[in-house]
């Protein structure tokens, strides 16, 4: 029996009350599907990465949340890149997930380790109308609420979100959305969870991630939907790349977050994070 050893980190912060746990399983090989999504019920974190060697690449990942198999996690793969560079030193890491190939390069930050994965090529689409207006009822929410200048879109960088932009902070603030109508909308689109960000200024964003099909109510901290934005904003030409910018987190929930997306001219979004074990 493949036994393993399991982790339990907070990604995207330095203390305890902050960040987006997750779980980090490691073992010689990966556990069968049963067995994997049994685990990440008992962890019951929103994703639980499962990490083995695999020929040809450095790792093979697969991510679970309690209740299905998510294709990519981006606070999991921050927080499986803390624990290799605990285990097996500073360096970079090629991580097989279901959706290609994720760069992992992890180094030492002020005594503490720091990961930053580099996503498969991000894409984006606009968001047909009559899901954006089914989203809104379901947050409560109107179309005068939105902010025009980033319309609405379905966006990728190893798993789908879609991408809705207030103009008032207040909307993030007050959100209180209907969670089997929001759950059964996003399984219809294959959506893994909804982006909903206002703009502060030019490079900060703060950003609250709805994920029911996980069965959990709100993300802290969601490297995937930061990376897929960041596709989103260098090709809708909303940004001028390359630049960095700052996505706040989980401070409405008591879990604050932070992370730091660097959108380069082309190929992956990379996105950088520290984690700490709980």
Request: charged share 15%; glycine share 10%.
């Amino acid at each position: 029996m493949n036994l393993g050893s399991l982790f339990r980190l907070s990604a995207f912060t330095t203390t305890l009350n902050g960040g987006n746990p997750a779980g980090v399983w490691i073992g010689d090989t990966l556990p069968d599907p049963e067995t994997m999504q049994r685990i990440a019920a008992e962890v019951g974190f929103s994703e639980t990465a499962f990490v083995a060697p695999a020929s040809g690449s450095d790792r093979i990942v697969r991510y679970y949340s309690p209740e299905v198999e998510v294709s990519f996690c981006g606070h999991a793969t921050i927080a499986t890149g803390v624990v290799l560079g605990e285990n097996d030193g500073e360096g970079t890491y090629q991580l097989a997930t279901s959706v290609g190939i994720v760069p992992v390069t992890v180094h030492q930050r002020d005594g503490k380790y720091e990961a930053s994965l580099t996503s498969v090529e991000p894409s984006y689409a606009p968001a047909p109308h009559a899901l954006v207006i089914k989203a809104l009822s379901a947050l409560g929410w109107i179309q005068d609420d939105l902010d025009g200048s980033i319309p609405p879109a379905r966006a990728y960088a190893g798993a789908w979100h879609l991408v809705l932009a207030v103009a008032e902070q207040q909307c993030l603030a007050e959100l209180n959305y209907d969670f089997e109508t929001l759950k059964a909308l996003m399984l219809r689109d294959s959506l893994t969870t909804l982006q909903l960000i206002w703009r502060e200024s030019a490079t900060v964003f703060h950003s609250r991630n709805p994920f029911p099909i996980g069965g959990i109510v709100e993300d802290p901290a969601t490297g995937s939907a930061a990376a897929a934005l960041g596709g989103y904003l260098r090709a809708s030409e909303l940004v001028t790349v390359p630049t960095t910018i700052l996505i706040r987190q989980g401070e409405a929930i008591g879990r604050p977050s932070q992370i730091v997306v660097h959108i380069p001219v082309r190929g992956g979004i990379v996105v950088t994070g520290q984690a700490i074990h709980i």
